[in-house]
């Protein structure tokens, strides 16, 4: 058995795993465009604010693919797949034969339009080499542009702003995280950085930058000139899946995978950032592209391919994000439309320190918002991955006290 | 192998285990000189109440699979080998808290500890305290409970006991299984006491 992994990210790392536990002797290669050892991605934003050294990024050992019998094929990408042959093909045009493949791609930064984007001093924040150079940077920098209020931006503005830079963040909707958690949540996190000295722009977007050679401004879409000498762009990712023939392979957002993460094409598989499937909260086909979900999403799959049928429940969205001394925990579905028929309930706000939102369809449980006091947000989080009908009054699930112990019979 | 093995009924929600533990995972090991310590040593066992009010002695479960390792952003929760003890390096955590959504039990805190880098906050948790262990002790928590809501043995042996003490109460004249008529008592009136306060 010949089983090939595009991508060496933590999707591709957990499945060649599963793999070897079940089969020791059938052949893997794993493709890989970057060359670092696998590493933590969610980490790099540790490096660029100072408190993690870039060598700690690293989380298998120098004898990685050796130790698990891999071959690794690094530096380039797969550029197309040929369904019908069973066969990829690289930049370099080599071509890899396979019995089973998995597409652990991952995702691109998303592109921002904009004229001179070639200057120094322009960055994405993705990979190590990212952060490599951004750090380099920094010796020179003194006013940075943050682009994009999701959790990689906000991520971004609070690392320069404990670097001491001048920060100041551009988003396109109105509040902070506005995927993630509702207007409540959101003005808290955008206090707390406002009160850090973090300056915010809503509602604006940047067409051009200026400088000779390296960035010196931001031309905004009303025509105002921020000047910066330094750039990150955090517009979102998208799922690195341009190689996919999609005459053969159901792509919509991302690969469109089963429930034992197989595509729409008999012996591949897809996992991580780059794959969509239902999730359990929302109730449709969604691409949540997490870490958490990326590695169980791998393994599953790795396991899948060598042969085990093991089903895949859904993935869900979850996040934390800890900014100074504030953290915000979401879960699921946690800022629905108001055409969607979920009651909400909530507690606490900014000033109190403290807020809870809960999302309620009929009585599950599909969405929740925690500002501080995060340590119980898993044992909700068990209640919507199962979906358990709720017995405790939403006040007693609010509760500052609230523990596993209340659940119990 | 044997383990901690949680026997909520019999929880009387007296909170002994926590400072005991606490006190096992501090520098100096003694109740009196820990509480001088900084930082504070905390418990990683929590006794939490129940809707009656009954307390709930929650630790640890070392799952197979864990959740919290595979959500874990860093690689820094692995499985000790010879006990498959859930440990979490800490110096390889990075405190974002991925893990707290990913325990189901709820068991995981973030503060800064006496046994992990200095002046930085880190995932904490219930280690089967494999230190004590180690030294041929049994872990803190056995030691301090008193009415035998938590103890330390084979997962065989406790399982036997349990289905002997359920055939015994399915068997003709018999009563309610096995628990201390003081534990039984003190669960009634707490439950009694719940109901008044909400009736
Ligand atoms: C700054 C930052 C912070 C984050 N924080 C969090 C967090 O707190 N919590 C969380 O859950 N998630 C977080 N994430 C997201 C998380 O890192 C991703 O969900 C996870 O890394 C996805 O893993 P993956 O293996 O699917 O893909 P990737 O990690 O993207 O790996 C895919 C690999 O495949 C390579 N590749 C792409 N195309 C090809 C091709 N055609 N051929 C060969 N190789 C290819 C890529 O270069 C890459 O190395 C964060 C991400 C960033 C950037
Ligand atoms: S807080 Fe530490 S142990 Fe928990 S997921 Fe993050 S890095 Fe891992």
Redo the contacts between chains.
């Keep these: 058995m010949k089983y090939v992994i595009l991508g060496n990210g933590i999707a591709g790392v957990c499945a060649a795993e599963a793999i070897r536990t079940l089969d020791l002797e059938g052949e893997i290669v794993m493709v890989g465009d970057e060359t670092f050892l696998p590493y933590s991605r969610p980490m790099i934003s540790y490096v660029l604010d100072g408190s993690e050294p870039h060598d700690k990024l690293p989380i298998r050992p120098a004898d990685f693919y050796e130790s698990m019998k891999i071959k690794p094929v690094l530096g380039q990408r797969a550029v197309s797949l040929d369904v019908e042959n069973r066969r990829v093909q690289l930049a370099d045009s080599t071509c890899i034969d396979y019995d089973r493949l998995l597409i652990a791609t991952g995702a691109d930064p998303r592109p921002l339009r904009a004229a001179h984007m070639d200057l120094g001093g322009i960055f994405y924040l993705r990979t190590e080499s990212h952060v490599r150079q951004q750090v380099a940077a920094l010796s020179t920098a003194r006013r940075a542009l943050v682009l994009g209020g999701g959790l990689v931006g906000l991520k971004a503005a609070y690392a320069l702003l404990k670097r001491g830079l001048e920060v100041t963040l551009l988003i396109t909707s109105g509040y902070p995280l506005s995927l993630q958690v509702d207007e409540i949540a959101g003005k808290m996190v955008l206090d707390e950085l406002l009160r850090r000295g973090l300056k915010v722009l809503v509602g604006r977007s940047v067409r051009a930058f200026e400088g000779n050679g390296v960035v010196r401004a931001a031309v905004t879409d009303t025509g105002s000139r921020l000047p910066c000498d330094m750039v990150i762009i955090a517009k979102g990712v998208l799922p690195s899946r341009d190689f996919i023939p999609r005459q053969h392979i159901h792509v919509d957002l991302g690969v469109v995978v089963d429930d034992h993460l197989q595509t729409s094409a008999a012996g591949i598989h897809a996992a991580g950032d780059v794959a969509e499937s239902v999730d359990i909260s929302r109730g449709c086909r969604w691409v949540n592209a997490l870490w958490p979900e990326a590695a169980v999403q791998g393994r599953i799959a790795g396991l899948n391919m060598a042969g085990r049928p093991v089903v895949y429940p859904g993935s869900m969205s979850r996040n934390v994000l800890r900014v100074y001394d504030l953290d915000v925990l979401t879960l699921g579905h946690a800022n629905p439309g108001p055409e969607e028929g979920c009651r909400i309930v909530w507690s606490g706000g900014p000033g109190k320190g403290r807020y809870r939102s809960l999302v309620l369809k009929d009585d599950i449980l599909v969405g929740a918002v925690l500002v501080n006091q995060v340590e119980q947000g898993g044992v909700l989080c068990a209640l919507m991955e199962n979906r358990v009908p709720l017995r405790l009054s939403t006040s007693r699930l609010m509760a500052p006290d609230f523990n596993f112990a209340c659940l119990l019979p | 192998m044997k383990e901690v093995i949680v026997h909520?009924k019999r929880c009387v929600g007296c909170m002994q285990c926590m400072p005991a533990c606490a006190t096992a995972h501090s520098r100096t090991r003694h109740l009196v000189s820990a509480v001088l310590e900084t930082p504070q040593p905390k418990p990683r066992v929590?006794v939490?109440?129940?809707?009656f009010n009954?307390?709930?002695p929650?630790r640890c479960r070392h799952c197979d699979p864990a959740?919290c390792q595979?959500?874990c952003?860093?690689?820094a929760i692995y499985r000790h080998a010879g006990t498959q003890t859930v440990m979490i390096d800490p110096d390889?955590c990075?405190?974002?808290?991925?893990?707290?959504?990913?325990?189901?039990?709820?068991?995981?805190?973030?503060h800064e500890d006496p046994l992990g880098p200095p002046g930085r906050a880190v995932a904490v948790k219930c280690d089967n305290c494999v230190a004590r262990v180690a030294e041929g002790q049994i872990p803190a928590c056995v030691e301090a409970c008193k009415v035998g809501a938590l103890t330390y043995e084979e997962r065989d042996t406790a399982m036997k006991r349990q289905t002997l003490a359920v055939a015994r109460s399915m068997s003709s004249g018999a009563g309610e299984p096995v628990l201390p008529p003081g534990v039984g008592l003190l669960r009634t009136m707490k439950e009694s006491q719940v109901q008044l306060l909400k009736g």
């Design positions: 909520p929590h939490g109440a129940g809707r009954e307390g709930f929650n959740p595979l959500t952003l860093t690689g390889r990075i405190n974002c808290a991925s893990c707290a959504m990913a325990c189901p039990y709820g068991v995981i805190r973030f």
